[in-house]
């Protein structure tokens, strides 16, 4: 059964659209406090089809990641109690209270002391939404807050970028005939990783 390059090829049709930077920078601010798809699948397909506007999509969807994150904080801070159930049935609140516990004990020795562990938090598999939520939870300064979440997301958006930018056009042929192979392996690391901070939280 051959599901990812069906979907490969889709997402890349899409890449071509007109409406694709409006699509990009959707899904880049409500991923950011709610939806479960990262935005580098969309980013990917666009800079893949257009390498010479790779590092301006990636700045696109860091802006409205950004924009996301201050909804997602928003709602930590002043609907937490209210969205709880919710929460709880999304299976988000383990997460999210581990990390407002941790994020609490550092903020009380100084604000900035969180700053490196929401910036090394984007390379855990864990969602943006959650980081986004407990930050708000605790209340933690906005510019700590906003600074560490450009340089978490931006290194991913500009890593793939500067790769794409730099090998895309060789890429795009091998990414295509290996898709299914890469979506599978991607799949399984996903899932190892999710296991992985599931038993060693």
């Keep these: ?31 950011a406090f709610a939806f479960p798809v990262m935005p580098e699948i969309m980013l990917a397909p666009m800079a893949l089809a257009r390498p010479a506007r790779a590092f301006v999509y990636a700045h696109l969807s860091l802006l409205f990641s950004l924009l ?66 407990a930050s708000g939870i605790v209340g933690l300064p906005l510019l700590p807050f906003l600074t560490s979440m450009a340089l978490g997301r931006g290194k991913r958006v500009w890593l793939l970028a500067w790769l794409i930018r730099r090998f895309g056009v060789r890429a795009e042929p091998l990414l295509r005939r290996y898709s299914e192979r890469i979506g599978w392996a991607v799949l399984l690391l996903i899932l190892v990783l999710l296991l992985w901070w599931w038993l060693f939280r």
């Design 68 to 133: 996301g994150s201050l909804v997602g904080y928003a709602l930590g801070h002043y609907l937490f109690d209210a969205v709880r159930p919710l929460l709880t049935h999304l299976g988000w609140l383990p997460m999210i209270q581990h990390w407002v516990d941790l994020l609490r004990s550092r903020a009380l020795a100084h604000p900035w002391s969180v700053f490196g562990t929401l910036v090394l938090a984007g390379f855990v598999p864990v969602p943006m939404k959650v980081f986004t939520w």
């Design 1 to 31: 059964m051959r599901v990812f390059e069906g979907v490969y090829l889709r997402v890349l049709r899409w890449a071509q659209l007109p409406a694709a930077p409006a699509l990009l920078a959707g899904l880049s601010f409500v991923e």
